[in-house]
């Protein structure tokens, strides 16, 4: 059966999924509660893993920037040589074996959410950018006459 599994991330991680779910219903003890009974930690936590890295990591070739780095007193690292930015935002992963995934992200005001979170909207603000891009615009002239202090 695994012969006929692709070779890709996606198809290794389902797989690496299904054998910690048998792994780990193999251990369960018939009669004591696991979770009230539904599905042990490590299989929860491997669902998770497979639905939610995909998304996070968009690009699989990763350099190694520093070797070894020390964390100091209060368990930071210096970023700088990674870092584009300053005052740059990150969500931040780790898994069980401590490793770590920065992934930047960019806020957007309150007051511009709805664009997002109205497909519509949205669409049509990309159709008009495109349009712009492409020329398929004209130049209708100023509206400061039409416009009202109310």
């Known amino acids: 059966m695994a012969a006929n599994l692709p070779n890709s991330p996606r198809a290794i991680r389902m797989s690496l999924v299904m054998v910690s779910a048998s792994a780990a219903l193999h251990q369960m003890v018939p009669g004591q509660s696991t979770l009230g009974g539904r599905f042990p930690l490590d299989l929860l936590w491997a669902i998770r893993y497979f639905f939610t890295m995909p998304t996070v990591i968009k690009d699989t070739n990763f350099k190694l920037v520093t070797e070894v780095q ?18 740059a935002t990150y969500n931040i992963y780790s898994n069980r074996l ?32 495109a349009d712009s891009a492409a020329g398929r615009t004209k130049n209708l002239g100023s509206f400061a006459p039409h416009a009202s202090e109310d």
């Open 70 to 87: 020390k964390t100091d007193a209060k368990k930071r690292l210096s970023l700088g040589q990674v870092v584009e930015e300053a005052g």
């Open 98 to 129: 401590g490793q770590i995934v920065l992934d930047p992200v960019k806020a957007i005001p309150a007051y511009e959410a709805w664009l997002f979170e109205n497909k519509s909207a949205l669409d049509s603000v990309k159709r008009g950018l």
